[in-house]
């Protein structure tokens, strides 16, 4: 039985009913260990009773001693500095998991915009370490705002006609045929981050054609 993943990052924490009816279905919830305090908070508002994650996954540098020895039975503590703590729980979830057949972040934009940032990068950066497609896991990022995602190649995606489709991609030599977008991304450069922004579907399903296989991310609001 495939399994939903959700991990929870020390962001801000969703307030739309979209996020937290993911996390209220979730069949595991991972914390970072700075969102623990967030999620215990907001349980009750989300599943109607106080009810604690699955794993609380990170460097543990953002819970108090007190913290640390009450769920200690829920704690992985994880002290390598080269990763940021979304990134070692979506680790610890690939090599820890089975049967995943989508991981959702939440929790991982607001607040510091370099947080933000970095966050949303790592998307691609996961999809480029791992063959996600591969091995059957869809991979996205959520906010109060909308839903972000790493693209590897050509593919195709439903969005609904009017909505806003944004696409970003760090590799200056891609080039993305595009169809369904009121603005076509056929001979856009992707040297700067504003260069495929703010398009709009014209149809219900969105086409992506690349040139090759390399990484972008899309996100729509």
């Not at 996020?19 to 349980?43: H, M, Q, V, W």
């Not at 007190?66 to 080269?82: G, M, T």
């Not at 076509?184 to 399903?205: E, G, H, I, M, P």
Request: negative net charge; aromatic residues 8%.
């Amino acid at each position: 039985m495939s399994r939903e993943i959700v991990i929870i990052c020390d962001g801000v924490f969703p307030k739309s009913e979209y996020p937290r009816y993911l996390i209220r279905t979730a069949d595991f919830i991972i914390c970072c260990d700075g969102a623990l305090r967030k999620f215990i908070r907001n349980s009750m508002a989300i599943f109607g009773e106080e009810r604690l994650p699955d794993k609380v996954v990170g460097d543990m540098d953002s819970l108090s001693a007190n913290l640390k020895a009450r769920y200690s039975h829920i704690i992985v503590q994880i002290d390598k500095q080269e990763h940021n703590d979304q990134t070692k729980a979506f680790r610890w979830a690939l090599e820890n998991l089975s049967d995943i057949s989508t991981i959702t972040i939440i929790g991982a934009t607001g607040q510091r915009e370099d947080h933000t940032i970095g966050n949303m990068s790592l998307l691609m950066e996961y999809a480029r370490t791992y063959d996600l497609e591969a091995m059957g896991i869809q991979l996205q990022m959520i906010t109060d705002h909308g839903v972000i995602f790493p693209v590897t190649d050509t593919m195709e995606f439903d969005c609904g006609i009017g909505r806003q489709v944004s696409i970003f991609s760090p590799d200056n030599s891609l080039r993305i045929k595009s169809s369904g977008l009121e603005w076509k991304t056929d001979d856009v450069v992707f040297d700067n981050w504003w260069k495929a922004t703010l398009n709009r579907a014209t149809q219900d399903r969105v086409r992506l054609e690349f040139s090759h296989r390399s990484i972008a991310l899309v996100m729509m609001n």
